[in-house]
């Protein structure tokens, strides 16, 4: 019999979880799980909600009947589960061999195996329903709430209706791009999200989606460089990249020839004399180039299109993601851009872009430059910007271990 079982534990954390193969009678493995529930209750409550979303603090519990989906959901650190009073079975059976945490619907309530209540339960059909419904003067901690088809307005509501408090609203999702919406109305979203559904797919979505949103809480190490070379190239089709989103004085997209060093190329937010700003705007390069998107992955520019997500990085390696609204390719000149990090060092990164006066690379703040960026047509060699140093050898935009030789 296969039981799975976290593969480390730390003081308030599970980690991820391992397939053992254990042979036990059913009585045993009955007896073990009740002691292990009443006494772990706490810890596997945190693996559900911490493994998901450490920096977002964003919970998801699982409501299937599909075995494989919950044992890719434990697989993944989330262990809580809801289950209608008919499939208490099924529970019994998937406790028998997984750590999971059942939950039962049961008079509008949510109750666990020793009969405490862990969340109020509500079915939201019509805006009436939607005005009484005060989760702030429920008794529990956890407000799980069932849209009945409803999306956008009725999230952006509760989510109103619950800033500045510590109670946690689930609002049910039977995709993850329903969860997505739930969990980034107004901003903030709501807390969590119970993902109802029968497809591993959706499941894995959703697990991704939340990884690409930990990243946003994660600084990128960003690296000093010097400029050794510049020189006019002649013609070529570079990329602007048209954001979704306005980017402030100091962002950028992360750019390069090679992926082994991508450089900080500056967003067109600042004020210029030849042209009105473009702040959702990044003249990012030649279509052959590298820009680094999420999932610690890379894109050739000439792949991005409406619709896709890249690396929005400022000055301090603080990163967010943001959607493309457009992708801009033209022929134009280009100016070779070539830094070294160590002067001693043989390792040359480049990156080729537009020749014009709004194009610029954000500047590392020494060296004399107390300006955000630097534009191309005013860089000059000692000139100092920042860079990403990464792996080199890439499959289909991913790293991989491998000899490369790039120049």
Known sequence: MAVLFPSAYSVGKWGSCRLIDYKFNSTKIKERRIRFHSSRFVSIAMCACNSSSKSLGKKVWIWTENKQVMTAAVERGWNTFIFSNYFRD????????????????????????????????????????????????????NVVVDLLGWQVIPAENIVAAIQGTQKTVFAISKTSSEAQI????????????????????????????????????????????????????????RACVDLCSLLRPGEGLL????????????????ESNYISSRPFRVNAGP????????????????ELKAGKEVIVVDQ??????????????????????????????????????QNAETVALVSSGKGGHQQTAIPVTSLKIGDEILMRLQGGARHTGIEIEEFIVEK
């Open 316 to 353: 301090n390696g603080m990163q967010r993601t943001a959607i493309i609204g457009r992708v801009k390719i033209e022929t134009r000149p280009l100016i070779l851009v070539e830094a070294k990090i160590d002067l001693d060092n043989h390792t040359t990164y480049s990156i080729l872009l």
């Open 90 to 141: 099924l529970a019994v059976e998937w406790s028998s061999i997984a750590l999971i945490h059942p939950l039962f619907i049961e008079e509008g309530n949510l109750i666990d195996g020793e009969q405490r209540k862990v969340a109020n339960f509500f079915e939201i059909s019509s805006p009436q329903q939607l005005e009484k419904l005060q989760p702030l003067k429920e008794e529990a901690e």
């Open 255 to 270: 750019v390069g020839s090679f992926a082994r060093g991508l450089f900080l190329v500056h967003s067109e937010c600042l």
């Open 287 to 302: 279509v052959h180039a590298y820009v680094s998107v999420p999932g610690g992955k890379t894109s050739y520019l000439s």
């Open 182 to 237: 739930f969990l980034e109305a107004l901003e903030h979203g709501l807390g969590g999200v119970v993902l109802k559904t029968e497809d591993i797919k959706s499941l894995l979505e959703l697990k991704d989606y939340l990884d690409r949103r930990n990243e946003e809480c994660s600084l990128l190490k960003l690296t000093t460089a010097t400029v050794t070379n510049i020189q006019m190239a002649g013609m070529g089709d």
